[in-house]
């Protein structure tokens, strides 16, 4: 088998609202879109070549994940430019954001939760990979 690419399915509550963090807050442009009794059920959403989707499915159920430590599942990752400028940009919109770490494996980052609980790190490198 050759994988040629992995798109995390998130299932939410509210998919509009979903939709609109990533959005919003993230950057992320809205590519596709499903309609289920008139309200938006699912949403393929793009940034640069990372893709996500959003589904609203009758029993979702976040109030776990949004009660969860941190690191104690799933972690969705992404790496910018400068974690620094993302963080002073998510901070200016409201978002709640954790403070930007230095970490020893050569990162710069911080830590937010989506409205469903999902964990997102926002990273930058500091130092090249050889």
Do not use: C
């Not at 997102?120 to 990979?129: V, Y």
């Amino acid at each position: 088998m050759t994988i040629t690419q992995i798109i995390p399915l998130l299932y939410v509550e509210d998919a509009d609202r979903s939709i609109a963090f990533y959005r919003d807050a993230l950057g992320f442009e809205v590519v596709q879109t499903f309609e289920a009794d008139g309200a938006t059920a699912w949403a393929m959403l793009k940034n640069g070549e990372t893709k996500l989707m959003i589904n609203q499915p009758d029993n979702a159920d976040s109030k776990a994940r949004r009660n969860a430590d941190s690191y104690g599942d799933v972690v969705l990752y992404f790496y910018v430019e400068s974690a620094r400028d993302q963080h002073t940009d998510l901070t200016a919109q409201g978002v709640a954001v954790g403070d930007v770490t230095t970490e020893a494996y050569g990162m710069e980052e911080f830590l937010l939760r989506d409205p469903d609980g999902y964990e997102i790190a926002i990273g930058s490198r500091l130092t090249q990979l050889a």
